[in-house]
């Protein structure tokens, strides 16, 4: 029995042993590992106030779209920005991109208005590939921005999916809204501004 007890002890401290050999190696591997850098995708926000406040200039959005090109929201100064936050996820965001696709057509041909839309891309639950799957298999055209490390959300406040904002012609948060949004109720608020 002696035996089988030395046996178990030498077992129990080899683990030990391995285990803080272990420790050790992963601690330094990831000691010297370079920082995470960013991705094309990501999002910046700047403006004089970190979060969205009604009656106050809207935080500037500047970003990657589905097709790799960087968009800026001040690039729109001039005109009423419809900014909409949305996943494919989302059945109410789903029910809605057919009305808000219609408007950002209408906006894109003319119009004092401009309708971009912010893909709440976190990685897992919604990834590029879903977000870009999605707006193609249904055919859509409307701008689509990227918001990989949810900087955009976090600025804008974003609580629940679909939320939209009415940004006015000098870049002031006039109004926001939750749930789905329809074409003749985007048109009023660009009529009014």
């Known amino acids: 029995m002696k035996k089988n007890d030395n046996t178990v002890i030498l077992i129990l401290i080899l683990g030990l042993v391995l285990f803080a050999l272990y420790s050790v190696y992963n601690h330094h591997k990831v000691a010297n590992q370079p920082p995470p850098t960013k991705t094309s995708t990501d999002i910046s926000i700047s403006t004089s106030s970190s979060r969205a406040v009604k009656g106050e200039l809207a935080p500037e959005i500047v970003g990657q779209d589905l097709q790799g090109q960087t968009v800026k929201m001040s690039d729109y100064r001039g005109k009423v ?113």
């Not at 989302?90 to 057919?98: H, N, T």
């Not at 977000?131 to 976090?154: C, H, I, M, W």
């Open 81 to 193: 920005v419809i900014l909409n936050f949305w996943a494919s996820w989302c059945s109410p965001c789903k029910s809605e991109m057919p009305e808000l696709d219609k408007a950002a057509q209408e906006f894109a041909s003319g119009s004092d208005a401009v309708l971009l839309t912010v893909n709440m891309t976190d990685g897992t639950r919604e990834t590029i590939d879903k977000a870009r799957q999605y707006v193609d298999g249904n055919k859509f055209s409307l701008p689509v921005l990227l918001d990989t490390e949810g900087k955009a959300a976090q600025a804008y406040n974003i609580t629940s999916i679909p939320t939209t904002f009415i940004i006015d012609k000098q870049g002031v948060l006039n109004q926001y809204f939750s749930g789905p949004a329809t074409r003749d109720a985007l048109n009023n608020y660009v009529n009014q501004l």
